[in-house]
């Protein structure tokens, strides 16, 4: 079997620098998207580091959009940033649903929990 061209340090570097993003590191790499899907799938280690790449990327993007979001004030309290009012609905329409934050364009149903629904149909042959 023929050696690796990488190490699975240089992955997990690439794919760190690339926040997670496969193209991007294979671009840094020089190397085709499925070798390093290859080496993720290959190597617990490079698949940690990837779904940690991904999951600070998602932290760093819910700051971002937090702190647009409310607007950012000075040392005395006037505002450097103003809020943006597209941030703050989007926000609440995704993060805070629970609280009320939606909106319904047609009802939604589910069954117990949150499941699917359940029918069942029941057939008789008494009349009523």
Do not use: W
Not at 8 to 33: F, S, V
Not at 76 to 92: K, V
């Amino acid at each position: 079997m023929a050696s690796e061209k990488y190490t699975a340090q240089q992955m997990i570097d690439a794919l760190e620098a690339a926040k997670g993003m496969i193209t991007i590191a294979a671009r840094r790499l020089g190397c085709a998207p499925n070798t390093v899907r290859r080496y993720i799938a290959k190597y617990p280690t490079v698949a940690a580091a990837q779904a940690e790449a991904k999951e600070a990327l998602g932290d760093q993007v819910e700051l971002t959009l937090a702190t647009m979001a409310l607007g950012e004030r000075n040392a005395s309290g006037s505002y450097i940033r103003e809020p943006n009012i597209t941030a703050l609905i989007f926000l609440a329409k995704t993060i805070y649903k629970d609280r009320g934050y939606v909106e319904r364009v047609q009802q939604e149903h589910t069954g117990a929990d949150g499941g699917p629904v359940r029918v069942e149909v029941v057939y008789s042959t008494e009349t009523p």
